[in-house]
């Protein structure tokens, strides 16, 4: 009895040890996600946005600048073939100035240096009016489209109205095939690694029946603590060991 | 499709959506503008610190990451300063204003929270242990800041902030 005890205490264990290392390492990870730099993070994958049925956009556009380029999709900003950041809002344009350069969007203004390092987000409350409808330079300054005027502004900190004579509006230049594939691939979707560390934990990542399969190693688990007890208690209790 | 994670995507587009609709607005309590013309009578023109690296590495060890930005705006007179912050509590960012009084804090508010829990750390309860803190030795709080259930993450987004106004209030009278 105790010998066929073992073998399948042995079999059951070995069969389910991929299972409850990766509930194991997932669980640990999602414990401790602060301390680990977990959160907020996203992965990047196409296969995994394809998994979770999330539909990729494509940019379909991009802005130029003398010496930048900016491509935007599924809330990513690829600056100069850098990632910028994640959440970000769909951009309305990009001007450089002398040494920096400044994307718009809807609700703010993002400075940046040369480099594409942030200088400054400037809020609603920093600009002259929102939402921004255009972007586009003029003498070293910036200037603004709003739906009550156009505003130009020399150091982002103060803003007048201006005329729209001699602005360069920064338009959007249209994307070949092959180019939009490469900023795609660049610009896939993320999930966060918090959310995908707890469906792999309790299985909803393997859709439907996910969840079952991790209530049967549950049960499973079960069985192995109490065949495991029974295999280190009745040798010692027969053997008087007790 | 059936053996996709269907619920999950659910909770995920339904999480998404949330995020969406936050970034667009956000819970505002009231915007930096109005605090800041609610301090001084009127809007001052805006002055600027630059975060050399030195200042950086100090503002990096108070917030336990580097900032997010080169250039910090605020709005001071003889003896009062103003910083809208921004910091994240657990995903999103928390916008909180903080009125520099000779180097101790008058009052912080709550002007824009986006997280979906942890409200509690604008109502006046809370924000009111703020009220004359300095900083001490190390760049910390002279005073323990009591939390609140639920809302640990905020409420150390919302002392981390306490503690780089005064830092930035310091380095902007020099």
Do not use: C
């Not at chain 2, 949330?18 to 819970?27: D, F, Q, W």
């Not at chain 2, 109005?34 to 023109?45: I, N, R, T």
């Amino acid at each position: 009895m105790l010998r066929l005890l073992r073998r399948w205490h042995a079999r059951i264990g070995f069969a389910a040890m991929l299972f409850f290392l990766i509930l194991a390492v997932t669980g640990l990870a999602l414990n401790h996600g602060p301390d680990l730099g977990l959160e907020g993070r996203f992965v990047h994958a196409e296969w995994l946005a394809r998994w979770y049925g999330i539909k990729s956009e494509p940019p379909r556009h991009v802005f130029r600048s003398g010496h930048h380029v900016l491509a935007a999709a599924n809330g990513r900003w690829l600056l100069d073939g850098k990632i910028s950041g994640e959440k970000l809002p769909p951009p309305v344009g990009l001007v450089e100035l002398a040494d920096v350069f400044v994307v718009a969007s809807n609700a703010a203004l993002y400075v940046y240096r040369g480099n594409g390092q942030l200088i400054e987000r400037l809020g609603p409350g920093a600009l002259p009016d929102s939402p921004v409808q255009a972007i586009g330079s003029s003498a070293r300054r910036i200037v603004l489209r709003t739906a009550s005027g156009v505003f130009a502004s020399a150091d982002t900190l103060s803003w007048r109205r201006a005329s729209e004579r001699s602005v360069r509006w920064s338009v959007p230049a249209e994307l070949s095939i092959s180019e939009q594939r490469a900023y795609e691939e660049a610009l896939a979707p993320g999930i966060l690694v918090e959310q995908l560390l707890l469906d792999l934990h309790s299985g909803r990542f393997a859709g439907r029946y996910g969840p079952l399969v991790v209530d049967l190693l549950a049960l499973l688990l079960v069985v192995l603590s109490l065949s495991g007890a029974w295999l280190f208690l009745v040798p010692r209790m027969h053997g008087g060991k007790l | 499709m059936s053996w996709r994670p269907r619920r999950s995507l659910a909770l995920f587009m339904l999480a998404l959506g949330a995020v969406a609709a936050g970034l667009a607005r956000g819970e505002i309590y009231q915007e930096p503008d109005a605090f800041v013309a609610e301090v001084f009578g009127s809007k001052p023109a805006p002055k600027v610190l630059w975060l050399t690296r030195d200042i950086q590495a100090q503002a990096a060890a108070i917030l336990g990451h580097p900032p997010a930005q080169l250039r910090q705006r605020y709005w001071s007179d003889s003896h009062r300063s103003v910083w809208i912050l921004e910091e994240i509590g657990k995903e999103e960012l928390i916008t909180a204003g903080f009125v520099v009084v000779d180097g101790r804090i008058d009052h912080v508010r709550v002007l824009v929270y986006r997280e979906s829990r942890g409200q509690e750390v604008r109502t006046p309860s809370f924000l009111k242990q703020f009220k004359e803190a300095k900083l001490a030795l190390g760049d910390r709080l002279d005073r323990g800041i009591d939390g609140i259930a639920g809302a640990t993450l905020s409420v150390a987004a919302i002392e981390r902030m306490a503690r780089l106004a005064l830092f930035f209030d310091r380095i902007g009278r020099k």
